[in-house]
């Protein structure tokens, strides 16, 4: 244990006096995950806002409200147990340069249970754009400028949302109208995300694409219920039975490095912000668990768009609080595309 203890005490002073190319070379010289340096990074902006109170006054599930008889796979991924729908959960989305992750990772989520909920038969991208326009109002939620997973399924319940797809598809009702960019990696295809305007999105339109053959109202997709829970075992039972959900976590500066393998926090580092995010699984790797996740920064970011990170010690809060909705089946449009 003193040796432990010994370790710890001088890693905090090493690690929390590092930043941008020492931070790196120190990640990659320890082996803990594949780290390249940015120069933009830091100027990054992050668009889900921490509020625990929030998040603690929703109905929370626990590992009692699931079917306990069905043991938890060492591994599991949402895309082996429904292939019929690995298309959806496999969708990497932008955001773009716009603090919409929170938006832009529910309506990803809402879109992986439709498909779930109808066994396959219903496959949609629900609109990003739509999800964080539309959500706003109180404060609190304004579409680029952040906002909370758990108030747009609210609004996915009181109000739906219709279908878009990424702005390179121009599928569905809304689809998403920002650009790719680089988020934190050298492209030779999208510009740098700091390079493009910080866009806003601050109108609530119900109204489809011109070329688009439905009326808006023809078009939304509802939710049913939402509730939250915590900690690893709950997380994992809900993917299993429903699907992916959405959570949150702390970002620090080594975050933005990210390129490859099991992601953990060094001691002492600075907090960047919050991100939403969306999780479809889990693994382990030479004896390290962790936890398979979506992101929304293009298929050129991390491991083709999604990340790893550790599982089971709430690495950067990443088990503190997770979010899911149920789909109201009685009331779908009766259509369905994907893209």
């Known amino acids: 244990m003193l040796k432990f203890a010994t370790l710890v005490l001088f890693l905090i ?8 190319q020492e ?9 803990l995950f594949k780290a390249v340096y940015n120069p933009s990074a830091g100027a990054y902006h992050f668009g889900r806002i921490n509020d625990p109170l929030r998040k603690s006054t929703l109905k929370k599930r626990t590992e009692a409200d699931y079917d306990l008889s069905e043991e938890i796979p060492e591994s599991f991924d949402a895309a082996e147990k429904w292939p019929e729908c690995a298309e959806v959960f496999n969708n990497i989305r932008d ?3 716009c603090g919409s992750c929170w938006a832009v990772s529910s309506a990803g989520v809402m879109s992986d249970r439709i498909c779930v909920a ?4 219903v496959k949609v991208s629900i609109s990003g754009i739509a999800t964080a326009s ?41 689809p998403y109208p920002f650009k790719h960019c680089a988020h934190h990696v050298n492209s030779t295809e999208y510009p740098p995300c700091d390079s493009v305007p910080e866009y806003k999105a601050d109108t609530c339109s119900h109204e489809c694409q011109k070329d688009y053959d439905r009326k808006y109202e023809e078009d939304l997709y509802y939710g049913k219920e939402q509730y939250g829970f915590s900690d ?15 959570v949150s976590f702390t970002v620090y500066e080594s975050f933005l490095y990210y390129s490859g393998g099991i992601y953990r926090s060094t001691p002492g580092e600075r907090i960047k912000g919050y991100h939403a995010v969306r ?13 398979k996740i979506a992101n929304s920064w293009n298929e050129q970011w991390g491991e083709n768009g999604f990340f790893r990170i550790l599982r089971g010690v709430d690495e950067s809060d990443i088990e503190d609080g997770g979010v899911a909705v149920t789909i ?3 009331r779908l449009p009766g259509h369905g595309f994907f893209g």
Request: proline share 4%; with cysteine.
């Open 13 to 20: 002073p090493v690690a929390a006096s590092l930043s941008g």
């Open 23 to 31: 931070l790196v070379d120190y990640i990659n010289k320890n082996g």
């Open 95 to 97: 955001q773009s340069n």
């Open 118 to 121: 109808t066994n396959g038969k």
């Open 134 to 174: 539309c959500v706003g109002g109180d404060g609190v939620n304004s579409s680029c400028n952040g906002g909370l997973e758990e108030v747009a399924f609210e609004k996915f319940i009181e109000n739906g949302f219709p279908t878009g797809s990424e702005v390179d598809k121009h599928q569905g009702c809304q």
């Open 232 to 246: 690893e075992a709950p997380i994992q039972r809900e993917i299993m039975t429903n699907g992916p959900v959405a």
């Open 279 to 291: 999780v479809v699984g889990w693994g382990v790797e030479n004896g390290t668990k962790y936890w």
């Open 328 to 330: 109201d089946t009685s």
